[in-house]
Every structure is written in structure tokens, then in C-alpha cells.
């Protein structure tokens, strides 16, 4: 079964049919017949490694369906076409040695032994029976058996080439055919192989042609579309060059435009200023006029009271001093005890009060309210939750997450710039001005608790005055303060400014030494929560500062008890709660957690 190879040369692949007497010579040569390559410059390989081409295909380890690299042969000192040494060995056992080309065929090869020895190899006759006898050469277990044969197998093929050397045996086998009758079909037989040479010759020319005109062919397509890829490869760079113009012109554009905005922002930056320089500037101009005209008002009533023409005082404050610091009109209950700066003012210098500073002129109803203190202390131990109430879901994530994007967003904007006192009094100012009004309650020792409705403008002594009014002992020294940490509430800053809108807590405080009996507020006030009112306590200034609930079952003070007797004991106190704590039942998804560990 005939085998098969596969032999290549860069792009040029052919597949070969490889009987296994055939040399890897023959294999070659019909390769390079097929491509028109000389064979003498060429040789195989087989996993990079160099082959025998005198070996048969059987005897050459190489498989079935194989890869062959047709590769150029190594320069050495001899070259391909150097002749080959060919030793005969005659029937006789005599050798015969001789130097030939690598092409010379079997047959020359013969005849060539024939004239030096003066002797007939290709034509001899057996004198017994007249028959022909056919002259048969053995090279590597390979017998040329046929005259047609001897005249077309080449040393080549057999794989001498290149300065190498062979041995061949001689063997002379008589036939049955007639010396005479051999002689006329080996006559035909030359006519018939030099029809047929002059045919493959003509054939291989036209292949040749073929293959000639093929190459020219792909040439053509190739230089086609080498120049058609040049060509969209120009037009590709002409659409990129448009492009970056393009870009180009765009990022001018956009820097003109960002550098316009830039300049219109500071023009617009300027003229604010501008603006606000003269505000301030008419203010002022503002303030010198008033006080101009304070002065002469003073002269004159100084020089009518010398020249003794004056009469009874009169409210000389015009109108236009109105427009600028307007006086507030307080309610009712906050003009005993309350201090207020602008009366301490001097004639000569009025202050100039900011329009969003002004208190509103129309009066304010305080509208005290009273609120009972709770009966218990809160226990969040008696708050039973669900278990889903400790998973977050989907909304809760996203809510958060949109909770954390917007506190990182209003960083960045604070950062964004640097801000005047100005500006940040202005956005302060524009984001409490919603409030029209505001709720203050405050928060006594006895857990007692007072509500009024103040304007934002107003100052803590406002608060103070409204406080004092509903005491039962007004003239009790006291003070606000907020917790925690403790902060003591400013008398001169106003409600705003304190960060108690839009409705805040407070508490009352008691200076250090000063007692008192609760309930400290007046008792019409109390009217509503009177059968909710925790039992009367002594209030001292460190009770101010308990944060503690008052237990209920707290006995009222007598005099015989002395001050301080009626306060809560802390012992029974904390062991209740200890009490109460040690019953507490700890959650599953805790427990869960404690397991784990």
C-alpha cells in the first residue's frame, strides 16, 4: 500500500505518493519538477534534521502522511553537481570503479563499463540458446531490472549527489526471448521513450510556462492590492488629519468659550463688589448723616437750654432714623426685666442694624405652655423589636448610599472655594429665613417643661424675660444652657445666631449656692397638668445639672427634714434598674452572633 508525504518550501506544498522501494531522491526530484527547482541545489529534512536520500522510504523511519521541508543544501568543499564515485562489482567479483555526474544514467553507467573493459554488459548473448541476457543492477536491496529502467534511473535518483559514493552489483540473468527479437523491441522501445521523453519535456515546459505566468499573475494581484491598501490607507489618513483639525478646532473652541464664561464670572464678581462697596459705602455715609445730625440736634437743645428757651422734651428721632434701626416693640411680659443694648447706646453714635437682624415691630404672643414631666424613667429594655428589623434591605442600602453621595457632594462644594465671612453669613442668613417663628422650650430640674413662640431675631434675653415672667419668684437668679457638652447660652447673641431654630431645648439652670421649691413656675400655668406634677422637691444648683428622672415615690420635704432630704436616693434607684436589667432577654440575632464565637 502506497504511502504518502508531504513536502513544503515556504509557501509551495505539494503531496507525494511514496511506494516503499522508492529513494527519497525520486520523492525529491518530482518536487522540484513540479515547481521548477533544480534538484541538486535542494534536499529534505524531518524535524529539522537532515535525511538520507539514498534510502528507500521503507527504510528511512519516516511515517506515513509525514511533513517534509524541502531545504537548500549545505556549501561544503564539493559541490552538488561534483562527480560520484561509482564502484562495479562484476559477476566475476572484480571491481570496477569510476567517477560520474550525478545524472549519468544506470544505463550510461554500463556502457561506459563496457568501452573501458572492452566486454558487452548491455548486449550479450547466450552462445548456448541465442537468448538475451538481461544485465540487472543491485544497489541497497534494490534491483534496476529492465533496460527501461537502467535508462531512466539516474545516480540521482539513487541518491548519490554532491561527491558521495556507491557500490553496485552486476548480475547477468538469462531470459527466454531471442537475442534477435530482443534487439527489435528494445528498438521500438527507444523510439517509444523518446516519444515519450520529448511529450514530459513538452509538458514540463508548459507547466513551467504555467507556473511562470501564475507567478505573474499573483504578482500583479498582489502589487493590485498593495496599492489599493495604500490608497485606503491614504484615505484613512486624511479622514484621521480631518479629525484631529476637527478636535483641534473643538478644544479652541471650548477654551474660548471657558475662557469667555471666565471672564463674564469675574466681571460679574467685580461689579458685585462694586455693588457691595457702595452699599456699604451709602451706609456709612448713612451713619455720618445721622450722626451729624444727632450733634446739631444736641447744640440746639444745648443753646436753648442756656438762652433758657427750651421746652418740654420731645421724641426727636425723625423718620429717616426709624428706616434705618426701627425699635422693636416687645410684648408686655418682657419689659421688666430685660436688658437691652441699644438703650445703652450714646445719642452721639446710634448702632446701624442690619435689615435681617430687625426684630419685627408687630407683637409676638408668647403663648406659654406647660408640659408634665413623664411618671417613669424610659427603659428600652420594654421595647420588643422584630428580627427584620436589624436586616437592611435593598431601599435601606440605596437610601444610604444616597445619603452618603450627598453629604460627599456638599463637601466637595464647600471645598470647591473659599468663602468670606460675608458669603457665609449670607447663606446662613438665607437658610434660616424660612423661619418666620420658632419654639423654645426649657427644661427644669423637676424634668418640667415650659413652651414659648419667639421670633428668630430675638436675643436670649428675650427668652431669659419670658422665663422669668412665668416664675413664681421672678427675681430668682438663673441662667439657660444647652447639653451636651454644657454651653452656657449667650445673653447678647440672638436666637439664629444660636443654632436653636427652627425649635429647640433647653435647660435652667440655678447659680452655685441658690435652692429652690419646686414647682418653680407659676401656678396658673399649671392649671392643665396639675394631677401630673411629680411631688415638690428642693432644687439646688446641683440638681440643675441631674439628668436623672425623679423617682415618684419621692416623699415631699418638711422642715424638720432639712434641705436635701426630699432628693431621690440612688441606691434604690440603681437597683431597681439593676433588677429590671437582669430579667432583659438578649435578642436572637445577638445570641446568633455569641454562638458564632
Same mark, same amino acid.
Not at 85 to 109: C, H, K, N
Not at 201 to 224: M, P, W
Not at 261 to 275: I, N, S
Given at each position: 500500500m502506497a504511502a504518502s508525504v508531504t513536502l513544503e518550501q515556504g509557501p509551495k506544498k505539494l503531496a507525494v505518493k511514496a511506494t516503499p522501494g522508492r529513494t527519497l531522491a525520486e520523492i525529491l526530484i518530482e518536487f522540484c519538477d513540479k515547481f521548477g527547482l533544480k534538484s541538486e541545489e535542494w534536499t529534505l529534512s524531518f524535524k529539522q534534521k537532515a535525511v538520507d536520500l539514498a534510502l528507500p522510504f521503507r527504510l528511512s523511519g519516516i511515517p506515513q502522511n509525514a511533513k517534509l521541508e524541502v531545504v537548500k543544501r549545505a556549501k561544503s568543499g564539493q559541490g552538488a553537481s561534483s562527480?560520484?564515485?561509482?564502484?562495479?562489482?562484476?559477476?566475476?567479483?572484480?571491481?570496477?570503479?569510476?567517477?560520474?555526474?550525478?545524472?549519468?544514467?544506470?544505463?550510461?553507467?554500463l556502457q561506459h563499463f563496457e568501452r573501458s573493459r572492452a566486454t558487452t554488459f548491455t548486449s550479450a548473448e547466450d552462445p548456448n540458446t541465442s537468448n538475451y541476457i538481461q544485465p540487472v543492477l543491485s544497489f541497497l536491496n534494490r534491483e534496476i531490472s529492465s533496460n527501461r529502467e537502467l535508462r531512466n534511473t539516474t545516480l540521482e535518483i539513487?541518491?548519490?549527489?554532491?561527491?558521495?559514493?556507491?557500490?553496485?552489483?552486476?548480475?547477468?540473468?538469462?531470459?527466454?526471448?531471442?537475442?534477435?527479437?530482443?534487439?527489435?523491441? +528494445?528498438? %521500438?522501445?527507444? $523510439?517509444?521513450?523518446?516519444?515519450?521523453?520529448? /511529450?514530459? &519535456?513538452? =509538458? #514540463?515546459?508548459?507547466? @513551467?510556462?504555467?507556473?511562470?505566468?501564475?507567478?505573474?499573475?499573483?504578482?500583479?494581484?498582489?502589487?493590485?492590492?498593495q496599492a489599493r491598501f495604500k490608497a485606503a490607507e491614504?484615505?484613512?489618513?486624511?479622514?484621521?488629519?480631518?479629525?484631529?483639525?476637527?478636535?483641534i478646532e473643538e478644544a479652541v473652541r471650548i477654551?474660548?468659550?471657558?475662557?469667555?464664561? +471666565?471672564? %463674564?464670572?469675574? $466681571?460679574?464678581?467685580?461689579?458685585?463688589?462694586? /455693588?457691595? &462697596?457702595? =452699599? #456699604?459705602?451709602?451706609? @456709612?455715609?448713612?451713619?455720618?448723616?445721622?450722626?451729624?445730625?444727632?450733634?446739631?440736634?444736641s447744640l440746639r437743645l444745648a443753646e436753648e437750654i442756656a438762652t433758657g428757651k427750651a421746652s418740654q422734651?420731645?421724641?426727636?428721632?425723625?423718620?429717616?432714623?426709624?428706616?434705618?434701626?426701627?425699635?422693636?416693640?416687645?410684648?408686655?411680659?418682657?419689659?421688666?426685666?430685660?436688658?437691652?443694648?441699644?438703650?445703652?447706646?450714646?445719642?452721639?453714635?446710634?448702632?446701624?442694624?442690619?435689615?435681617?437682624?430687625?426684630?419685627?415691630?408687630?407683637?409676638?404672643?408668647?403663648?406659654?405652655?406647660?408640659?408634665?414631666?413623664?411618671?417613669?424613667?424610659?427603659?428600652?429594655?420594654?421595647?420588643?423589636?422584630?428580627?427584620?428589623?436589624?436586616?437592611?434591605?435593598?431601599?435601606?442600602?440605596?437610601?444610604?448610599?444616597?445619603?452618603?453621595?450627598?453629604?460627599?457632594?456638599?463637601?466637595?462644594?464647600?471645598?470647591?472655594?473659599?468663602?468670606?465671612?460675608?458669603?457665609?453669613?449670607?447663606?446662613?442668613?438665607?437658610?434660616?429665613?424660612?423661619?418666620?417663628?420658632c419654639f423654645i422650650r426649657v427644661r427644669f430640674p423637676d424634668r418640667l417643661e415650659l413652651q414659648g413662640t419667639f421670633y428668630p431675631q430675638e436675643k436670649t434675653s428675650h427668652i431669659l424675660q419670658f422665663v422669668r415672667d412665668c416664675l413664681v419668684q421672678p427675681d430668682m437668679p438663673f441662667y439657660l444652657y444647652t447639653t451636651p457638652?454644657?454651653?452656657r447660652l449667650s445673653d447678647t447673641d440672638n436666637i439664629r445666631d444660636q443654632g436653636l431654630l427652627p425649635a429647640s431645648l433647653v435647660h435652667f439652670g440655678l447659680p452655685q449656692g441658690?435652692?429652690?421649691?419646686?414647682?418653680?413656675?407659676?401656678?396658673?400655668?399649671?392649671?392643665?397638668?396639675?394631677?401630673?406634677?411629680?411631688?415638690?422637691?428642693?432644687?439646688?444648683?446641683?440638681?440643675?445639672?441631674?439628668?436623672?428622672?425623679?423617682?415618684?415615690?419621692?416623699?415631699?420635704?418638711?422642715?424638720?427634714?432639712?434641705?436635701?432630704?426630699?432628693?431621690?436616693s440612688s441606691s434604690s434607684s440603681s437597683s431597681e434598674s439593676k433588677g429590671k436589667s437582669d430579667g432583659n432577654k438578649v435578642p436572637k440575632w445577638f445570641a446568633a452572633g455569641l454562638k458564632k464565637k
Open positions: 562527480p560520484v564515485q561509482v564502484g562495479l562489482q562484476l559477476p566475476t567479483g572484480e571491481r570496477i570503479v569510476e567517477s560520474f555526474a550525478p545524472r549519468t544514467s544506470l544505463w550510461d553507467v539513487l541518491g548519490l549527489s554532491g561527491g558521495s559514493n556507491g557500490l553496485m552489483r552486476l548480475i547477468m540473468k538469462p531470459t527466454d526471448i531471442k537475442f534477435m527479437d530482443f534487439m527489435a523491441a +528494445e528498438k %521500438a522501445s527507444l $523510439l517509444q521513450e523518446a516519444e515519450d521523453r520529448e /511529450k514530459a &519535456e513538452h =509538458e #514540463r515546459n508548459a507547466k @513551467q510556462e504555467q507556473l511562470k505566468k501564475d507567478q505573474q499573475d499573483a504578482q500583479l494581484r498582489a502589487a493590485e492590492s491614504e484615505e484613512e489618513e486624511k479622514k484621521r488629519e480631518h479629525m484631529r483639525k476637527l478636535m477654551e474660548r468659550e471657558r475662557q469667555l464664561k +471666565e471672564q %463674564a464670572e469675574q $466681571l460679574r464678581l467685580q461689579q458685585k463688589q462694586q /455693588k457691595e &462697596e457702595q =452699599e #456699604r459705602m451709602w451706609r @456709612q455715609q448713612k451713619m455720618l448723616e445721622e450722626q451729624e445730625r444727632s450733634r446739631q440736634e422734651p420731645k421724641n426727636t428721632v425723625d423718620k429717616d432714623a426709624m428706616d434705618v434701626a426701627p425699635v422693636s416693640s416687645e410684648p408686655s411680659t418682657t419689659t421688666s426685666g430685660a436688658t437691652n443694648e441699644e438703650d445703652k447706646m450714646d445719642v452721639d453714635t446710634p448702632a446701624v442694624v442690619p435689615a435681617w437682624d430687625r426684630i419685627p415691630a408687630e407683637p409676638l404672643d408668647r403663648n406659654p405652655t406647660a408640659f408634665a414631666p413623664s411618671n417613669a424613667p424610659f427603659d428600652g429594655s420594654q421595647i420588643e423589636l422584630p428580627e427584620d428589623f436589624f436586616e437592611m434591605d435593598a431601599a435601606d442600602f440605596a437610601r444610604e448610599a444616597q445619603i452618603q453621595a450627598d453629604k460627599k457632594r456638599r463637601q466637595e462644594n464647600e471645598k470647591s472655594f473659599l468663602r468670606t465671612k460675608a458669603v457665609r453669613d449670607r447663606e446662613r442668613i438665607q437658610k434660616y429665613s424660612k423661619f418666620k417663628k457638652p454644657i454651653t441658690v435652692t429652690a421649691q419646686s414647682p418653680l413656675v407659676k401656678p396658673e400655668l399649671l392649671q392643665d397638668i396639675k394631677e401630673k406634677l411629680p411631688p415638690s422637691m428642693t432644687i439646688s444648683s446641683t440638681a440643675s445639672l441631674n439628668f436623672s428622672l425623679p423617682q415618684t415615690h419621692t416623699q415631699p420635704t418638711t422642715d424638720s427634714d432639712g434641705p436635701g432630704a426630699g432628693a431621690p
